[in-house]
């Protein structure tokens, strides 16, 4: 982001100030990303995104009042352009779900790291879907057997043969050097392959490729 191009605008919600506080020190050296608001719970989300309009809420799943879920239909049944993120620990994986469904952008869990909290940020303000790094494949597969549909308006991108035997292999939790053996291609050629592979189904990380996979019935579990 440009030195000229105005701040991502965002929105916290969670019930822990500990937390909240973590967040706003992590994204004080961060110009590119400015917090605006924060809530401790979901009515006060409601109440600080209809004042604020932020570009993006990140919003934990459980909270006191109103849930993270109603607040977020809610918030898009009025902001329907709205950006949000789900927060959650790594054991709410049917919340999750119940968010994407609801229409949320993206999830990340409680512990993800700061990179991957400004990435998931800047994808989402960006129109896009974010799935978390570390997405258990029970996850991806509820997530992908769901009536959650991120591809509903898009074209479906042209996948060669080699390219959905890479992503076979990738859901079945091959490492790119096992993947190589089996393919006899070099590691550097399957790296190439899972670049371009995330790039034509414009996803971020490997929970996206196995998400699509088992919707698309590439690879079924």
Do not use: W
């Amino acid at each position: 982001m440009s030195k000229t191009t105005p701040p991502i605008r965002i929105v916290l919600a969670d019930d822990h100030e500990i937390f909240r506080d973590g967040f706003k020190v992590m994204l004080r050296k961060h110009q590119a990303i400015k917090l605006v608001a924060e809530a401790a719970n979901g009515e006060e989300l409601i109440e600080i995104t209809r004042k604020h309009n932020p570009d993006v809420v990140v919003t934990d799943i459980k909270m006191p009042k109103l849930d993270g879920i109603a607040a977020s239909k809610l918030l898009l049944n009025e902001f329907p352009l709205l950006n949000i993120i789900a927060l959650s620990m790594f054991d709410d994986d049917r919340l999750i779900v119940e968010m994407l469904e609801a229409g949320v952008k993206g999830y990340l869990l409680k512990n993800a790291k700061k990179e991957e909290i400004i990435t998931a940020i800047e994808t989402v303000y960006n129109g896009k879907k974010y799935h978390c790094a570390t997405t258990s494949f029970k996850l991806a597969e509820l997530i992908a057997k769901s009536k959650y549909n991120p591809h509903r308006k898009q074209t479906l991108p042209e996948l060669s043969e080699k390219d959905k035997q890479v992503i076979r292999l990738i859901c079945q939790q091959k490492s790119n050097k096992e993947i190589a053996d089996v393919m006899n291609l070099s590691i550097r050629t399957i790296e190439g392959y899972r670049d371009r592979i995330q790039e034509k189904l414009d996803v971020k990380n490997i929970a996206g490729i196995v998400i699509y996979a088992i919707r698309h019935k590439i690879y079924e579990p």
